[in-house]
């Protein structure tokens, strides 16, 4: 009788973007996933969970003030579980060179409350701070357009919601939070946005140690 074949598990990068709001977090990503592709990269491009949260009109300014933060109990359970999903379905997609690229981690939501109570929540799940923030592979962090780029700073997504100033407080918090993460990349505003998807290709190229071609 023939051995049953085992099925095989390799390590796929998984590369997540983080950044204070209209940073070009999401236009980003899918600028670089199509340049992969080009380059024979099976790319999995999970959409942003709070942003589905916040489409559903869950916004969480208007629900921050009730008991046990409901958005955020609901955020970190559907970004892990989402997390869970995409890594599964990346196992199981075509070909040998695959990276899954996350708009936002887990973790940015611990620079909107007070990290000792994400802690506890995410404990519940069996991780903690550290393990869970150096889940992910590389971390690209997009600078909000509030820092430096003021003009062309805008609220016109449903779930950008920040003034500059607030803006400029969630960038604040989102370097502080992942911090100390083993491969972080810091992407500042150039002159255009075209340069700074660039910037962030290249990155990205670097990681994967791929050459970069513009």
């Not at 942003?51 to 559903?56: M, V």
Request: net charge neutral; with cysteine.
């Amino acid at each position: 009788m023939e051995n049953a074949k085992k099925s095989v598990t390799t390590k796929i990068p998984r590369v997540v973007f983080t950044g204070g709001p209209c940073a070009g977090k999401t236009t980003t990503i899918k600028y670089i996933g199509k340049k992969l592709n080009e380059l024979g990269f099976h790319c999995v491009l999970p959409a942003e969970v709070s942003a589905i949260l916040i489409d559903a009109a869950l916004l969480p300014n208007k629900i921050r003030p009730l008991r046990y933060r409901p958005f955020e109990k609901a955020y970190i359970d559907t970004q892990l579980f989402w997390e869970k999903i995409f890594d599964k379905m990346a196992q199981e997609a075509e070909g040998d060179r695959k990276v899954v690229i996350y708009d936002r981690g887990v973790i940015d939501l611990a620079a909107y409350m007070p990290v000792d109570e994400f802690s506890a929540i995410i404990k519940k799940y069996g991780w903690n701070f550290n393990e869970l923030r150096d889940s992910y592979d590389l971390v690209v962090h997009m600078v909000t357009a509030a820092q430096g780029a003021e003009k062309f700073y805008n609220l016109d997504m449903p779930a950008r919601y920040a003034g500059l100033e607030e803006a400029r407080w969630n960038e604040k918090n989102l370097r502080e939070i992942w911090q100390g993460h083993p491969n972080i990349r810091i992407i500042e505003n150039p002159p255009s946005i075209e340069q700074k998807m660039e910037n962030a290709f290249k990155a990205v190229c670097g990681f994967l140690h791929i050459p970069y071609h513009s």
